[in-house]
């Protein structure tokens, strides 16, 4: 063993403690009888949108994560896991996050009370993508009880890196909205994960069934986007009337693979400053072989 | 620019306007050439440096004593504007520049991130006091350090090669590196326990390095065990910093005792000497991301051989699979501009010691970055992948020729550190190129180092300006003062045996003199136990406060 067994049981114990103290202050959603959240419309007037986002052709062969380097979550794994980075099943696509980008501008949702998870499984984000809305609880997990580190790097947000050397939750919350933010864990290099933040509560992330569906819409128009962590986005406009279901159906392809801009709060990498801006002058990257970056990218960039 | 109304010590507007013209002036004529014009990180010096300058406009810094991901306060932008940041290229401005023009590009600096103007200025955590350090904390900091898994990144002993090592990157993607906690001179934020214990609170949010501030508030570990850890990391590197002297010396020990391996324990009692190695960016192509940043030399010769044990810390041994992608990483954003391209490729690692060829009159040596046609240099050249080390005569970086017979070496890596013993017969096998090692002189001597994970061969490496090394003609003074010292005593103590005789003579009458005291044997005769100039702060890392695992 590298640390002490006794050390890891202390921490264990502290850790149960720290739950069971958390637990103790929890129960504040019963008796605290949350006022019905104030919608910012006539409920009764709402519709929805429900849909599918689709993959063509063949998906890029899974990426083996190689865990030797973390003995106890390559345990964890019967065979060798992988990054599901275009999770397709049936042409179905998963994990894209899909959510109204325009059309309710000026409105003010009552935050989500409830936590959206991001676990930490078996040196894995699960799930990989999440969405949130602005001021709801986002926690991060870690289920592994080896050290992980959260380290978050939005553009708009402020950013943050957490320690979970132990079973653990840490709560964030974010300010704004922004469309993605990265995550990463820097003791596993191979974890990568993705927190979009809308400012309503109208985002939805796929499953591998790869429908979506969201619902109670204020009745108007609006601009939904699919973001996907490999493939880029894909816009379609849409109009939700009073009780009726709109049907919306986005398709990535193949060939975007290639192709595809990936927004991210990260917006400077070295290896994209020349293709982005090839005239601004900024001497910093001018060694750096643009034929080589792309390709030897470790993931999204 | 309206934000500069809320800042402290605000004036009349147009006061605050020249202020930040004033700012935008120094920063353009001292800061732009790293930081770039519009506080991105991307000056034209940039692509030569890493970690890369400051982007100043994403607002995250690394030092603070804010919580992690909030805004610096104003002191802690202006403490890295005063005193820079070591282990980095920032150097500090506060000789360099007036008072008034530090806070004037302090303020610019804000100016590239819009929140400033907008957030109020955060609050500093409340660190308390560095409670003492004891060898209790200090063991506790290391349970502490093991359990939570430090490790992982810095390596069991500190080192800085942990097995997340090739992986690590920066904010905007940049490859970084752990820091060797056995260097805490190098410490971006200082290398004080009270400052370690800061890192540990706030983070260094752009880096991979976490904040440990939630653990506490959480009560998954509490502040005290917070101060255990930073104690048990200070306690890795050495009180002081190395000292570096211009002459290693050689000690003359009994015949036949130089020792042959890095094991031997002979060499825990030689004093070592500290060489720092910097970047070669002279010769083509040059290489600004050197790995390795000082060696550790000790020296020893009988009359026969001369033998040298180098140490210096390397986070793999190269070529080791797991640390391709760092090269390429390196590579990438690191390239030579000069000379062919160069490709990510599993190299060994190096070392090489160089010399004249002759000893030199004077002062007058051959130029330091191995020689030149008029003037060539004569070199021990190790590499990881080969057994011995082989002479060479070199004109020059890129002119080395390997001359005939061998170097005695053995070398080991483990934990993040190499060691290396060079051995020689002070004569030469042959005078043509090689040394002919005398005692009683200076001989100059250099080290060039290269990290083959790190893409580094040929002029790309890391050198050390020209040392020397002088071979004592006899035994050092303690084999003089030891065998003085044990004269004196058993004079001095046979002085006592004999009065005390002589009073028990006389009031026994009898005529024994009776067993001296077993403590008037004279102490073991050893060369190096009684070296008084053992090296302390000098031998630095070198000490061990921790074995590998």
């Known amino acids: ?128 993508v999440i969405g949130a809305m602005t001021g709801q609880t986002v926690t991060f997990r870690n289920s592994d009880g080896l050290l992980h580190n959260v380290n978050a790097t939005p553009t708009n947000n402020r950013p943050f890196n957490l320690s979970q050397p132990v079973n653990m939750d840490t709560d964030r919350t974010f300010t704004e909205p922004e469309v993605m933010i990265p995550v990463r864990c820097d003791v596993h290099g191979w974890m990568r994960g993705y927190v979009g933040i809308a400012s309503h509560p109208y985002h939805v992330v796929t499953g591998e069934g790869g429908s979506f569906d969201l619902s109670d819409l204020p009745p108007g128009d609006y601009v939904i986007e699919a973001w996907h962590s490999q493939l880029g986005t894909q816009e379609q406009t849409v109009t939700v009337e009073t009780g009726e279901t709109a049907q919306v159906t986005f398709t990535f392809s193949e060939d975007m693979l290639n192709t595809a801009v990936v927004p991210l709060g990260d917006p400077i990498y070295p290896h994209r400053v020349d293709q982005a801006d090839p005239e601004s002058g900024h001497g910093a990257h001018e060694h750096a072989p643009a034929a080589r970056t792309l390709t030897s990218a470790p993931d999204v960039r | 620019m309206a ?31 790293c930081h770039g014009v519009e506080g991105d990180g991307l000056g034209p010096a940039a692509g030569y440096m890493l970690p890369r300058p400051r982007d100043f406009t994403r607002g995250l810094y690394q030092i603070r004593t804010t919580a992690g991901g909030e805004i610096p306060t104003d002191d802690d932008i202006m403490r890295m504007i005063d005193e820079g940041m070591p282990g980095t290229t920032m150097p500090g401005w506060q000789d360099q520049l007036s008072r008034r023009d530090r806070e004037a590009v302090k303020d610019y600096i804000k100016s590239f991130y819009a929140p400033f103007e907008t957030m109020a200025e955060p609050e500093p955590l409340d660190f308390g006091r560095a409670p003492r350090a004891t060898a209790e904390r200090i063991e506790e900091g290391r349970i502490f350090y093991d359990s939570i898994e430090c490790w992982q990144c810095h390596g069991d002993t500190g080192r800085g090669y942990g097995s997340s090592g090739p992986e690590l990157e920066d904010d905007r993607g940049y490859p970084i590196r752990a820091v060797d906690l056995t260097k805490n001179w190098k410490f971006n934020g200082g290398g004080s326990v009270e400052e370690i214990y800061r890192r540990l609170r706030t983070g260094m949010d752009g880096t991979p390095m976490p904040a440990f501030s939630d653990l506490v508030d959480a009560g998954f570990m509490t502040d005290d065990q917070l101060w ?114 160069v490709e990510p490729d599993p190299r060994p690692d190096r070392f090489a010691v160089q010399f004249p060829p002759v000893i030199p009159d004077g002062m007058e040596r051959p130029y330091f970055l191995m020689g030149n046609s008029e003037r060539p240099v004569y070199l021990w050249q190790w590499q990881s992948d080969r057994d ?83 071979l004592s003609e006899d035994p050092p003074p303690s084999t003089y003062v030891a065998p003085v010292v044990a004269f004196l005593l058993t004079g001095g103590l046979g002085l006592v045996v004999v009065a005390r005789a002589q009073r028990r003579e006389r009031a026994l009458g009898g005529g024994t003199t009776g067993d001296p005291d077993p403590a008037v044997h004279p102490p073991p005769h050893d060369d190096h136990r009684d070296d008084g100039a053992d090296g302390g702060g000098d031998s630095g890392p070198e000490d061990d406060p921790r074995p590998p695992p």
């Open chain 1, 1 to 128: 063993m590298r640390y002490s067994q006794w050390t890891s049981r202390a921490l264990a114990a502290v850790l149960v403690l720290g739950l069971a103290a958390a637990c103790g202050d929890a129960p504040d959603e019963a008796p605290d009888e949350p006022e019905e959240a104030e919608m910012p419309f006539d409920v009764g007037t709402a519709g929805h949108v429900e849909g599918m986002v689709m993959y063509e052709g063949d998906p890029p062969p899974p990426e083996e994560m190689d865990m030797s380097s973390e003995p106890d979550c390559d345990a964890h794994w019967d065979v060798t896991p992988t990054r599901d980075v275009v999770k397709v099943s049936d042409g179905h696509l998963g994990d894209v996050f899909v959510y109204v980008k325009e059309g309710l501008e000026g409105m003010d949702f009552p935050t989500t009370r409830q936590a959206v998870v991001m676990d930490q499984v078996g040196c894995r984000y699960t799930p990989m």
């Open chain 2, 3 to 33: 934000g500069l109304l809320v800042l402290p010590n605000g004036g009349p507007l147009t006061a605050q306007e020249a202020d930040l013209e004033r700012g935008r002036e120094v920063y353009d004529r001292w800061c732009a050439s």
């Open chain 2, 228 to 341: 255990n850890l930073a104690h048990f990391v200070r306690s890795l590197a050495p009180d002081d910093r190395p000292r570096v002297r211009e002459v290693i010396r050689a000690d003359k020990v009994e015949p036949g005792q130089v020792p042959r391996t890095v094991g031997d324990e002979t060499w825990e009692e030689v004093e070592k000497f500290f060489i720092p190695l910097v970047a070669q960016i002279i010769i083509l192509p040059r290489w600004f991301d050197p790995a390795v940043d000082g060696v550790w030399v000790q020296a020893l010769h009988d009359g026969e051989e001369i033998a040298l044990r180098l140490t210096w810390h390397d986070r793999s041994q190269s070529p080791d699979p797991a640390w391709m992608q760092w090269q390429e990483r390196v590579l990438e954003v690191m390239e030579p501009v000069e000379g062919d391209p």
């Open chain 2, 388 to 470: 011995g080390a082989e002479p060479a005569r070199a004109r020059g970086m890129l002119d080395v020729e390997t001359l005939s017979g061998s170097i005695e070496a053995d070398a080991q890596w483990e934990a993040g550190r190499w060691q290396l013993v060079l051995r020689r017969n002070l004569e030469p096998s042959d005078s043509e190129g090689r040394l002919h090692f005398e005692t009683g002189t200076p001989i100059p001597i250099a080290f060039f180092a290269w990290d083959g994970d790190n893409a580094e061969e040929g002029p790309r490496g890391s050198v050390s300006s020209w040392f020397f090394i002088y």
